[in-house]
Nanobody, 115 residues
Framework: QVQLVESGGGLVQPGGSLRLSCAAS????????MRWYRQSPGKQREMVAH???????NYADSVKGRFTISRDNAKNTVYLQMNNLKPEDTAVYYC?????????WGQGTQVTVSS
């Protein structure tokens, strides 16, 4: 059974930082590409960051220079370091594992940026 479990969300002030984690089980983690998505009320889910099995990365324009995706294959975990957070970053953040046509989703973690 595949499980992706996100953690690390919460309430933070503008300009603050959070680090999200996503622990995977039930898959051969190291061969999967991993992504972080987010969705805020009334908006479509958007991809935030992507990391390949060889740790190449890319980012949505809205988070470039502020967010960093990384992975630790020994821990079957992907991370999203979020710095200089803005109110518009408020959303539910989901991790996803991708391999060919297969995609698995986590349950999401809420990030709220507010003073």
């Amino acid at each position: 059974q595949v499980q992706l479990v996100e953690s690390g969300g919460g309430l933070v002030q503008p300009g603050g930082s959070l680090r999200l984690s996503c622990a995977a089980s039930g898959i051969s983690f190291s061969i999967y590409a991993m992504r972080w998505y987010r969705q805020s009320p009334g908006k479509q889910r958007e991809m935030v960051a992507h990391i390949t099995s060889t740790s190449s990365t890319n980012y949505a324009d809205s988070v470039k220079g502020r967010f960093t995706i990384s992975r630790d294959n020994a821990k079957n975990t992907v991370y999203l370091q979020m710095n200089n957070l803005k109110p518009e970053d408020t959303a539910v953040y989901y991790c996803a594992a991708l391999l060919r046509l297969n995609i698995y989703w986590g349950q999401g973690t809420q990030v709220t940026v507010s003073s």
